[in-house]
């Protein structure tokens, strides 16, 4: 079965307002892979869309993105956002697309396959795509960093003692991305992952400029934190505020303003259907 979080109306408000779209290096990789296989740009599907966070990368290159998503709450985030017009959002899981055989050219998922079931996903990924159609799958992982003048090792320091803590409530599905995607890249059915190893699997790393308060806001939107809340949200709300606390005495300053610079390291399997 589906995992099913993410889901309350607050937290897809938390994800729209807080949750980073893929960075410019995980883009230009994803569109250097499309050309490279000589993909065509009609249809793209990002499938666990949130509320289209990566699903507007999608529509200056394709004639027509659909994005979907288990959530009503999130499609009802993602519609409301201004998006291009060649974006639609609908409510659909990820293992039922509601497309014909051969039909796509592109599916994505941007920190989303994990929650998938993986099985039924990956033959419905076969099912809908064009022959020599492509799949990315893309996360985000947990190896992120936090940078502010000389204050990094601190930081770090504080921004592991939560995320330590936070984990302690993690779904069983967030192994897939601490083991950086390989059961998502052993399931996917193409054989041509492996004929191009380096476009296969890759490793970046992006930065992400952003304020103390969206730190805070973005550690609020994990799943493991709203796992905490909903468990002991008590403890959940004097531990955000004792960390903005800690990062603010940290890096010398009292404003939750001030920016500072989160580095985020990425998982992508990147495959394509046989000719
Ligand atoms: C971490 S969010 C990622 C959202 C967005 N793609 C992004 O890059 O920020 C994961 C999304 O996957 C969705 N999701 C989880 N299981 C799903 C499933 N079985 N089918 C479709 N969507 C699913 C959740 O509702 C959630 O919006």
């Keep these: 079965m589906d995992t099913r979080l993410f889901e309350g109306r607050e937290h897809a408000a938390f994800y729209q307002k807080y949750r980073f779209s893929p ?9 250097s892979y499309l050309e490279k296989k000589g993909a065509s740009f009609q249809l793209a599907v990002d499938v666990g869309c949130g509320s289209g966070q990566s699903t507007k990368m999608l529509a200056k290159r394709f004639e027509e993105v659909v994005g979907m998503d288990i959530s009503e709450a999130q499609i009802e985030e993602a519609k409301q956002a201004s998006h291009p017009s060649n974006i639609s959002y609908l409510v659909c899981p990820a293992e039922e697309p509601p497309f014909e055989d051969n039909s796509v050219d592109l599916i994505t998922a941007f920190a989303a396959a994990h929650w998938f079931n993986t099985p039924i996903f990956m033959r419905e ?6 022959p020599s159609g492509c799949v990315v799958l893309c996360s985000y992982t947990t190896g992120m960093q936090l940078h502010y003048e000389d204050r990094t090792e601190k930081l770090m ?26 059961e998502i890249f052993d399931s996917l059915p193409f054989p041509d992952k492996e004929s ?8 970046t790393v992006d930065k992400v400029p952003m304020s103390i308060g969206d730190l805070m806001g973005y550690i609020e939107s994990l799943s493991p934190y709203q796992t905490f809340l909903r468990v002991q949200p008590d403890a959940a709300k004097s531990r955000l505020q004792k960390t903005a606390e800690r990062v ?6 009292s404003s939750r303003e001030t920016s500072l610079e989160l580095r985020v390291r990425y998982v992508c ?7």
């Design 23 to 31: 960075q410019e290096n995980v883009q230009a990789s994803v569109f």
């Design 125 to 130: 990924v076969d099912r809908v795509l064009k």
């Design 157 to 182: 320091e504080i921004f592991a003692e939560m995320r330590d803590l936070i984990y302690m409530y993690a779904d069983e599905k967030i192994k897939i991305v601490v083991n950086d995607y390989q």
């Design 196 to 203: 191009i190893p380096l476009l296969s699997r890759i490793n």
């Design 248 to 253: 603010l005495e940290a890096m010398g300053v």
């Design 269 to 275: 399997i990147l495959g394509c259907k046989s000719s």
